[in-house]
T-cell receptor, first 110, second 115 residues
């Protein structure tokens, strides 16, 4: 099984940078996903990491360290519309289905 | 590309009735579709995985006779909640992937309220 841990809630100021951490324990690793989910809506795909390092995609970047069982999602130049829940999902070796963490609710205020 | 639709977007029904939810991949053929349930402020919980033309694989604790899944084509999967009860009220989300290792694309979700 997997144990995925992320902070429950974070707040940040518009225009700032925020880092959302995700730690996991798994008996094999086969990729980590980050999804954004606005209230009452389905998740939308943000990033996928399978190798160590930083993947940058516009204002969003995702980092992975497999040896530490650790990932983070970095959001730059925060906008009000970035207020949402951010889900970390880990795929275990031998399974193609990721397990989702509880999500981190990010509140961006002016 | 990779658009997944769900219908209906929300439904209110009486206890004891059955509700069918459709999930369609609009611009790609989905070999695998997934059904999730999400309670307020909780994470997505996988209910079942379905592959076109074969029986769905249910997660532990999910009653296959209560949550009927049909994946009749590469673009359509249906979830039927039979004899719904108030505790079945939840947000049901489907997702689809092109291959077993591909990223999942989520539908907009169906909010079910059982009175």
């Amino acid at each position: 099984g997997q144990n995925i841990d992320q902070p429950t809630e974070m707040t940040a100021t518009e225009g700032a940078i925020v880092q959302i951490n995700c730690t996991y324990q798994t008996s094999g690793f086969n990729g980590l996903f980050w999804y954004q989910q606005h209230a009452g809506e389905a998740p939308t795909f943000l990033s996928y990491n399978v190798l160590d390092g930083l993947e940058e995609k516009g204002r969003f970047s995702s980092f992975l360290s497999r040896s530490k069982g650790y990932s983070y999602l970095l959001l730059k130049e925060l906008q009000m519309k970035d207020s949402a829940s951010y889900l970390c999902a880990v795929r275990e070796g031998g399974s193609y289905i990721p397990t989702f963490g509880r999500g981190t609710s990010l509140i961006v205020h002016p | 590309g990779a658009v997944v639709s769900q219908h209906p977007s929300w439904v209110i029904c009486k206890s004891g009735t059955s509700v069918k939810i459709e999930c369609r991949s609009l611009d790609f053929q989905a070999t695998t579709m997934f059904w999730y349930r999400q309670f307020p402020k909780q994470s997505l919980m996988l209910m079942a995985t379905s592959n076109e033309g074969s029986k769905a694989t249910y997660e532990q604790g999910v009653e296959k006779d209560k949550f009927l899944i049909n994946h009749a084509s590469l673009t359509l999967s249906t979830l039927t909640v039979t004899s719904a009860h108030p505790e079945d009220s939840s947000f049901y989300i489907c997702s689809a992937s092109i291959g077993s290792q591909e990223t999942q694309y989520f539908g907009p979700g169906t909010r079910l309220l059982v009175l």
